[in-house]
């Protein structure tokens, strides 16, 4: 059982790692059997992503978040720690701004990128994540998806 102190300090150091794309700072953060779930699953589903992912799979993306983004920071609007369950669930805004390169009106993209996630965090002893699940806004995943496929066939 965890504090909820350690807790949300766990779970800002696993945002505040994201947003610098640094694949060593986010692998600190989390333990070895590390599972990433997004959800929707269907919707997720729909588009070949299935879970659990594993750590590795984060990491991948967070590199092609990397070609995207210049910036892009993930800040905890609130947190609910749980010290029973070793369990957080936090309200994330996440902001950036897309890389020039993938600025395109034609399909709607434009430099600046909003969203907001909510994250159910399960923290090990050790103080490290060992569970994430995502719950992600489909409706602008599909608003945005076009923008990425374009910007990923540039990469």
């Not at 729909?46 to 992912?53: E, F, N, R, V």
Request: glycine share 6%; charged share 20%.
């Amino acid at each position: 059982m965890a504090l909820s102190s350690t807790l949300v300090a766990a779970a800002t150091a696993y945002f505040d790692a994201l947003s610098t794309f640094d694949a060593e700072k986010i692998s600190s953060t989390f333990s070895p059997e590390y599972q990433h779930t997004l959800a929707p699953t269907n919707f997720f589903a729909s588009l070949g992503i299935k879970g659990p992912l594993p750590g590795n799979a984060l990491l991948q993306g967070a590199a092609g978040q990397k070609a995207l983004f210049s910036d892009i920071a993930f800040k905890i609007k609130e947190s609910w720690p749980n010290e029973a369950t070793n369990v957080v669930t936090a309200w994330v805004v996440a902001q950036g701004t897309l890389r020039d390169e993938f600025v395109d009106a034609e399909i709607g993209t434009t430099k600046d990128y909003y969203r907001e996630y909510v994250f159910i965090l399960t923290v090990g002893e050790d103080g490290k994540i060992e569970n994430v699940l995502e719950f992600v806004d489909t409706l602008s995943i599909k608003s945005h998806g076009a923008a990425q496929a374009k910007a990923a066939s540039r990469i």
